[in-house]
């Protein structure tokens, strides 16, 4: 077990947002986390990353309790990717040299560069390393902050909808990126994602979240039309297509 | 070491570093040039020998007191507070998110010309007399000095107070910070409405902002602030980069946001309100030098900081020195020869960066 999260509970002061969750995520685990708009599932990612303090309830990431560590640790173990991306005027390689951040004293050493320059060729960014990433497209973007997230060799990897501005290949190129690291590096990814066939494609565990808490979790088991219509109240087909399930709304 | 480092980096990125480093080192030596011409222009009289002896202690007793009592105090203000005003806006532009953020954004210069005014009118600081280069001096400079200190420095406390009570939203402290500075202007005009002309006279031109106030303590004083504050800022330069690209971004690169956030305006309010006390208001710099800088060599800290100084340095250096020359033997207001001289260059940065662009 990587990640264990127990009974978490989170409210703004207008309102309740997460209700006791818990679950606990594996080495090599791509975990999707689904449900409707609001229903806490970045929430539920900033507490994780101790953005957010939750008001009770445990997270521990390979054993040390995330409360108890500053965001400088808790950065050094989780890598943390924002929905909103804000791009200032840096070139993709000083974007991606700030994952090393966490692990940074006064300057970058010679393994921080050369971690930077391995996931720069990892993720094909190498064409376009100088430019600056206020001139980006939206996917090349996206991959640079992913890069950001992996500079920081994380253990657990939390990626808010990574996929919402992309295009079809470049939403595969994101997801495969993802799923070869988690493996590769024994690591794990917990991704929040709209996308429900794009989630079956790409992560092997699921949580469906309701009212701020945990509906359903599991593997493709959980992938039924009475769950899914219980929690996007959208009544849904799910046929099996080359052994995995579709999800067809009627 | 540093060879090794240099393999595992694309040669165009050493390049493009190499280049903001060049840039910077440039600007220093410019400043070092401007330095010399500075203690050279003046009313009095002095050739480059003589100054070059004096500096090493052999000049005549005339040079000594020029260039020793007068001329360097005024020069290394000019350095020391043109770096720290700049470093100070381009850590608040930071800090704050908002690119018209300056060292006065939190009403410190309202607080410190009201400081003043009270000083000269209710402390009794300003009993005036004329002389033939200034056209009114402030009898007891101490008080004023500190009650300028002391009232702008009071601004930035009740905006942290309220950050630490409310939490730190940058827009909150912007809008708060008009809504001091406002409060003090107020505060200010009633003052003159009550003061003596000589009196309205004395606090217009302590807000003119004038370098030939500082004395060698004073000197001292700013040095060994602004030293401080920049280590601090260089420490957190990579934090700074973190914070451009977004606050939960920030966060979840583990840096402490908020804590960042008050120490930094605490450090850019202290070294700014203390070159304000000493010296008077000089506008512009800190808001502009730090674009500026931003404009040649982007928005990198590791960079932008250092940068920031030397721009800062620069631009009240010579604006300085302008001021000192255009009409000799009369000094002109320096912040009014900043915005002046710095203005179209930043217009003109603006305008070639734009059309580069298309």
């Known amino acids: 077990m990587i990640l264990s999260v127990n009974n978490v509970d989170f409210r703004y002061p207008s309102h309740n947002v997460l209700k ?41 990431v390979e054993k040390d309790e995330i409360s108890k560590l500053s965001l400088r640790k808790v950065a050094q173990k989780i890598g943390y990717v924002s929905q909103r991306q804000e791009s200032g005027r840096f070139t993709v390689f000083d974007a991606v040299i700030l994952g090393r951040k966490p692990h940074i004293t006064w300057d970058v050493t010679e393994r921080d560069m050369a971690i930077v320059n391995h996931i720069i060729k990892m993720l094909g960014l190498e064409s376009f390393s100088l430019r600056y990433i206020d001139e980006l497209s939206g996917g090349e973007l996206q991959k640079v902050v992913i890069a950001r997230a992996l500079a920081q060799e994380p253990r657990v990897l939390l990626l808010d909808e990574p996929t919402s501005n992309l295009d079809l290949k470049n939403q595969l190129d994101v997801l495969n990126i993802i799923q070869n690291v988690v493996r590769e590096q024994q690591i794990a990814a917990i991704v929040t994602m709209h996308d429900l066939n794009l989630a079956i494609r790409f992560a092997d565990k699921f949580i469906f979240l309701k009212k701020g808490t945990i509906f359903a979790a599991g593997g493709f088991e959980i992938i039924t039309p009475e769950i899914i219509e219980e929690v996007y109240a959208v009544p849904v087909a799910v046929e099996s297509f080359r052994a995995i399930p579709v999800v067809v709304p009627l | 070491m540093k060879t090794k480092i240099a393999q595992e980096i694309p040669e165009g990125y050493l390049k493009y570093t190499g280049r903001k480093t060049a840039t910077i080192v440039f600007l220093a030596l410019l400043t070092c040039v401007l330095v010399v011409l500075a203690i050279n222009a003046g009313s009095a009289e002095l050739n480059p020998i003589q100054i070059i002896m004096t500096l090493l202690g052999k000049g005549d007793e005339n040079s000594r007191v020029v260039i020793w009592n007068i001329r360097l105090p005024r020069i290394l203000a000019a350095i020391i507070a043109g770096a720290s005003l700049s470093v100070a806006g381009c850590v608040m532009q930071n800090i704050l998110r908002n690119p018209l953020a300056s060292p006065f954004t939190l009403g410190i210069s309202q607080g410190a010309a009201f400081g003043a005014a009270l000083a000269i009118v209710v402390l009794g600081a300003g009993s005036m007399q004329s002389r033939a280069a200034d056209a009114v001096i402030i009898s007891n400079p101490y008080i004023v000095t500190i ?15 309220l950050a630490k009570h409310v939490g730190a939203k940058p827009e909150a402290m912007v809008l708060a910070g008009v809504a001091l500075g406002s409060l003090f202007s107020a505060a200010t005009t009633i003052i003159q409405y009550f003061a003596h002309d000589v009196q309205i006279a004395a606090i217009v031109f302590w807000t003119f902002g004038d370098l030939g106030r500082v004395t060698w303590n004073n000197v001292n004083i700013m040095f060994f602030l602004t030293i401080t504050a920049l280590l601090y800022f260089m420490l957190h330069r990579w934090d700074y980069n973190a914070l451009d690209s977004g606050e939960e971004t920030a966060k979840g690169l583990g840096v402490e ?14 070294i700014t309100s203390v070159a304000v006390a000493f010296m008077g208001i000089i506008g512009f710099i800190g808001l502009v030098a730090p674009h500026m800088m931003r404009r040649i060599i982007g928005g990198d800290h590791r960079f932008l900081i250092p940068g920031a100084t030397v721009m800062g340095s620069l631009l009240l250096l010579a604006a300085d020195t302008l001021a000192r020359t255009m009409v000799k033997p009369l000094t002109l207001p320096v912040g009014a020869i900043t915005s002046f001289m710095g203005a179209p260059l930043f217009l003109y940065l603006l305008l070639s960066r734009e059309a580069k662009k298309r």
């Open chain 2, 147 to 161: 009650s300028a200190f002391t009232c702008s420095m009071a601004a930035t406390m009740v905006i942290l107070a």
């Open chain 2, 257 to 270: 946001v908020d804590k960042l956030r008050l120490i930094g305006m605490t450090l850019s309010s202290l």
């Open chain 1, 20 to 60: 006791n969750v818990k679950f606990e995520v594996e080495r090599g685990d791509c975990l999707a986390i689904l449900g409707t708009n609001g229903v806490g599932k970045s929430t539920l990612l900033k507490c994780i990353n101790k953005i957010l303090r939750p008001q009770q309830g445990v997270i521990t």
